[in-house]
Each structure stands twice: as structure tokens, then as C-alpha cells.
């Protein structure tokens, strides 16, 4: 039996006995680790995880100095998780840096704006408060994928095989990450041309009320705060803005109040989505083109990168501003390995994650994000609507899920259907027919395919859906 699981069954909350034990390797995933705590994700398993990244970070690194940041969301479970964490690490030999409380983006910051050699955040972003886990990055806040190493993680935390260190790690506390966050957001774009516009927050009880409360001090604009007070059992909706249902609150209080826009960030504030003046969501991919345009704005025929999701907007405005855009897999993870490899100046995904190019790395700065925004709104003298107005050409299906049998199936179906026209096979497959373009991709973890399309004209999309949907469910 793995030796940190060799104690009373109430550890892990599952039957087993000496010679059979179910470890948990489903919560391993493409981006993170993720499950419920106490059953699942455990003080045991934090300490191993600890013991297991320190060895690997180690490998990955060909030294045994390290020097590695921990922090942790606002989750009651994640102190004594984190606590177990750092008790692995140290034990290893590894130094560590708790920055306590923290978003993921001030995280990603606190990794690579001072040189460390990466870290561990104890967090499970938007999902419900029973679950809990981990993110782990490299130097330069470079993310720790399924492909890059989370497996190998998972592989060692299983075998449970750890050396004995001579010397024990280290353990000291930094402060005023989230000041120090906010000042270089600042000293990025010229504030001096915002407008002091009305802007509600709906932080979602999640991380990011610490720098948006830091940020908005600096501000000409009237900060009207929702749910700000850091609550992991998140109770006034989920923290996930990309489901449009968990932006009623803020959608109804932008019109109720008057506010020129809304913003609303995911439970530990590595994605962003904007509210119009009207109350309506604006889509990602029209946000991920505006921020494209000022980016190339800085650097001329730039590499941008996005997602296969369609979003043909974007595509649209690098071109029009002289980019170069490319298309990654689906992923905030594999979206930064890709794009740090194209040099890119700016990349963003369907999903609200926006990352910037930094001299120290390249992440999400929400911070950043947001001062952008406000300036090309405040420069151009017009609402937020009447701004988006032009660039919403398309119309969009929102991402639908199908339950199948054999996806594999559902692939050649649609590659009999229209082979002629596959634009991309890498994640998924994308198919272009002029006047309306798809994507159609697998779930890593269930019998499900998702699909995404787009068309020049709403009926138009709203047909082709139907037509689709007939061939991957072959009815």
C-alpha cells in the first residue's frame, strides 16, 4: 500500500484494505490537480504532492537549491492543505516563499517577477467549495501541464518513493505581492487618459477582490464592489462567469446603477469577462481582439495567438492591425507552452483567460487587462456598446456538449461529411465552409464531444447547428 495512505480508512474516505487500493489518479488533469477534499484531495496527499514536485522540480531543473513560492485561495481547506504542502517541500530540502492568500494571477507574479524557481498554489479555481487542489508552475511562471509533467507528478506521488535530504528546507513569509502586482500593472499604461468611469465588480466571493481593491485606488473610476467578501462556499452563484447564468447579478446591477460596464472574475481571478453598459455579456473573442490591436500597436507584425474555438472576429482584427495569428489546443496551459515557443506578444482564450508578454513572463495580468480596456474605451469617446457594436459580425453558438458512445465515430462521420474542408487536426477538428466554420473537439475525461460554431448570419448558425448536432449524434 502506498505508505502515506497506510493509516485509518478515514484518510481517503474509500474502501481498501492491504492488498488493493483505488489511488485517486482521475484528479490529475490536463492543467491542474482538482478534486473533492477530504475524500479525494487530503492533507496526506498535499504532503506527498509536496515531496513529489520538489523532486521533480529538482530533475527539471538539474540542481537541488530551490527556492519555490506556496500560496493558497480563500478555501477553509486550503490552509491545512497548503500547511502539508510545505512540509513536503521543505523535507525535501527545498526553500520555500509563502505569499499566503493570493490569486493565480499574483501567484503567477510572485514566481516570476522576483526569479524564483517556481511554485505551487493550493486552489481549485472556479469549482465548487467541496473540491480542492493544486497548480504548478516553473521559472518564469511557465505552466506545468499533463504534458509537460503533472503526469510525472502523478506517477511519483503513486509509487510514494521519496529520498532522504540531508537539510531540511527553509520557510519565510513575503508580503506586498499584491501591491507590488498592481504597481507594475500601473506602470504599464498610461492611466493619465482613463475616464472616471462607473465600473461594478463581481468578484464571485473569489481571490480577485484583493487586487481589484489595490487596483481601483489608483483610479479616477467609481468602484461599485458585488461579493467581495472571500467565501470558498462561494454562496451567491458559482464562480465560473463563462456559464452566462452566473453573470445575472452583475448583468441586471450594471443597468439598475447606470454603470458605463461590469466586470466578472472566476473564483481565483486568472479569467475576466467584461458586461456592457446595456447588460450584456461581450464575448472573448471580441475582448481578445481589441487587447490583439493594442499589443500590435506596441510591436508591429506581432504573433498573437488563440484558441480553435471558433472567434473569427479575432482573426479578423490581427490582420487588420498586421499581426501574424496562429491557432493552439484548447488549454490555458497548452496556450502558454505554445505560445511561448511562437514568441508571441499576446495570446487569449474563448474562456476568459487573456495572457500578456512580459520581460519576466508570460501569463494572465488581469490587472493589466482591465487598465487596457478602460484606456481604448476612454480614447475612443464611446460607450462600451457602441464600441463593440461593429465587431459583432458573427454569430456564435456557444460551446455544446453531446453525450456519445464512440467519438472516435462521431470523427469520421464528420470527416466523411466534410473531409474537403478540415482546416486543423490537432485539437479536434475544424472545418470551414465559407459562410459558417466549426469546431468539434473530444472531452479528455468522458464520452462527450464538444462543438462550436460560428456563421456570418444568426439563422444560418442557428441551421447548421441542427445539421451538425444530426451527424454527431447519427440521427
Known sequence: MHPSFAKEEE??????????????????????????YGTEVTEALAYDIGCAFAEFMKKDLGRDDLTLVVCQDMRTSSEPLKAEVIRGLTEQGIDVVDIGLASTPTFYFGVAKYGYDGGIQVTASHNPGKYNGFKMVRPGAAPISGESGIMDIRDMVEKGEFPQVEKTGTVRTRDGVIEEEVAYALSQVDISKIKPFNVVVDNANGMGALVMNELFKHLPCTLDRMYFDLDGNFPNHDAN???DENNTDIQKRVVDIGADFGIALDGDSDRIFFIDNTGKTVEPSIVRGILAQVYLEKEPGGAVGYDVRPGKITEDMILEAGGKPFLTKVGHSLIKEESKKRNAIFSGESSGHFFIKAEFGFFEMPAIIILQFLRVISESGKTVREYIEPLMKYAHSGEINFDVEDKAAVFERLKSAYGDHVT??????????????????????????????????DDLMKEKVGKISNVISNT
Open 11 to 36: 484518510i481517503y474516505g474509500i474502501i481498501y484494505n492491504s492488498t488493493f487500493f483505488m489511488f485517486p489518479s482521475h484528479i490529475f488533469k490536463a492543467y491542474d490537480i482538482r478534486g473533492i
Open 241 to 243: 462567469p463563462i456559464i
Open 424 to 457: 486543423q487536426e490537432f485539437d479536434g477538428m475544424s472545418f470551414d465552409l465559407g459562410e459558417w466554420w466549426f469546431n468539434v473537439r473530444s472531452s479528455n475525461t468522458e464520452n462527450v464531444v464538444r462543438l462550436n460554431l460560428e456563421a456570418d448570419e
